[in-house]
């Protein structure tokens, strides 16, 4: 069997990568351009893919193809319709980054709040030093507890991030994205409510129909002038251009963004050149990815090769 990983580039350096030759024969590439697509899956029966696009057009020149393993959880790099029509399995792999995204939520978070950039620099330069009393008061920050976090999407990771906030004292409400999500451990707020009353919004839904640009010029103006937006799910549920705008125009106090509309960001994205960037703290899409997570992840895709084979004995 022949298994082609096609961006082996975006696990990583992790210990367990090996374990995909128990399968048969291995083929990696660090990334494959459309222009490499074809040649590389053309005697391919399994191909592993995290974002590279696997077309019907990719499908139809790929003619031994019997699984396509997406080592992420999101299917939209896949055409799933046409996949099914050919009798080409497709698994992804769910819940093996819940405790990585919901960390790196609230780095985004306190780091937009205790300003440890600045507060570090200020040190080392030799601003304390100088300093005639014992402290430092020119960035003031407020305390989590009895602030309100507005979540939208609460799926596991939103779950994660709801018991974190729990236990820095905070009140959690949610929106669901979906519509379909009843969860009553927290109140569940239609989403101008949510908006208009979080001193924090954290997006933890996935990019659907439902969601792209939800959150326009007019929603974030809904948010206080004090609230900080994060989004550590999917680029394009917020429009950037309009958040960059609100930043500008001091409509909400700050942004944390660890994903984009286009990644990696393009040099020309307006969130680059906000006139007051310590507004903003911008990740290259990594709270997915600490040691453990990407360990999990490709402990999970072999256990869906491995399912396949059982099913198709």
């Known amino acids: 069997m022949k298994i082609v990983f096609l961006d082996v580039s975006t696990m990583g350096n992790i210990p367990n990568l090996a374990q995909l030759k128990r399968f048969g024969e291995l083929v990696t590439f660090d990334t494959t351009s459309p222009n490499q697509l074809e040649e590389r899956i053309r005697e391919a029966e399994i191909i592993i893919t995290n974002k590279v696009v696997i077309s019907r057009e990719a499908m139809d020149k790929a ?11 999101g299917t939209n790099n896949v055409d799933m319709a046409y996949a099914a029509q050919k009798g080409i399995a ?21 780091t937009l709040l205790n300003h440890p950039s600045y507060y570090d620099t200020f040190v080392k330069s030799g601003g304390y030093a100088q300093s005639p ?43 669901s994205a979906s519509g379909h999500n009843t969860d009553q451990t927290y109140e569940r707020l239609d989403l101008d409510e949510l908006l208009s009353t979080s001193d924090i919004v954290s997006i933890h839904a996935p990019l659907s129909d439902k969601t792209a640009g939800l959150l326009d010029y007019d929603k974030i103006c809904r948010l206080k002038p004090t609230a900080l937006l994060i989004n550590t799910s999917r680029g394009g549920i917020i429009r950037e251009a309009d958040l960059a705008r609100a930043l500008n125009e001091n409509r909400i106090a700050g942004a944390g ?3 984009f509309e286009q990644e990696p960001i393009l040099p020309s994205n307006p969130l680059l050149s906000i006139q007051e960037p310590d507004k903003l703290v ?32």
């Open 63 to 73: 003619p031994q193809l019997r699984l396509i393993c997406i080592s992420a959880t």
């Open 90 to 110: 497709v698994k992804n792999v769910i819940g093996y980054s819940t405790h990585s995204v919901a960390q790196v939520t609230f780095t985004l978070i306190l």
């Open 133 to 175: 009393i014992f402290t430092h008061l020119d960035r003031p920050f407020w305390q989590l507890p009895g602030k309100r976090l507005g979540i939208i999407g609460l799926g596991n990771i939103g779950k994660q991030v709801a018991i974190i906030a729990k236990a820095f004292g905070m009140e959690v409400v949610y929106y």
């Open 257 to 259: 963004l660890d994903v």
């Open 282 to 313: 911008l990740f290259p899409h990594i709270a997915w990815a600490s040691i453990e997570a990407r360990t999990l992840l490709m402990d999970k895709v072999c256990q869906n090769i491995e399912a396949f084979q059982r099913e198709n004995k």
